[in-house]
């Protein structure tokens, strides 16, 4: 079991840019997979984009449009969503979720385990 505790999020300005970390702990890192998910009110939970431990990264680019950016700090246990040119269609929960193996997964369905959720609010 893996557990992950998320920060960063909060309320910015369209156009602005926000930093999400995600803190693991539990298990050995390299040993799992993490991504990002989010689910704007009324909407289903949507796929952001995934990592695993030596770097390789898929994205939803239906959304993101090379927006985002998922990284990971292997030594701090720590995963990172560093999104830029923020609009209101980015207001949602965002989750931060693991898995274990190294394969790049999309469905929800595929995580054992999920952060609390941060809010993000994308203001006019």
């Known amino acids: 079991q893996v557990q992950l505790v998320e920060s960063g999020g909060g309320l910015v300005q369209a156009g602005g840019s926000l930093r999400l970390s995600c803190a693991a702990s539990?298990?050995?890192?390299?040993?799992?997979?993490m991504a990002w998910f989010r689910q704007a009110p009324g909407k289903e939970r949507e796929f952001v984009a995934a990592?695993?431990?030596?770097?390789?990264?898929?994205y939803n680019e239906d959304s993101v449009k090379g927006r985002f950016t998922i990284s990971r700090d292997n030594a701090k246990n720590t995963v990172y969503l560093q999104m830029n040119t923020l609009n209101s269609e980015d207001t949602a929960v965002y989750y931060c979720?693991?898995?274990?193996?190294?394969?790049?997964?999309?469905?929800?369905?595929?995580?054992?385990?999920w952060g609390q959720g941060t809010q993000v609010t994308v203001s006019a």
């Open positions: 990592m695993n431990w030596n770097g390789a990264s898929t």
């Open positions: 539990g298990r050995t890192f390299s040993g799992i997979a």
């Open positions: 979720a693991a898995r274990g193996g190294y394969g790049l997964a999309r469905r929800s369905s595929e995580y054992d385990d």
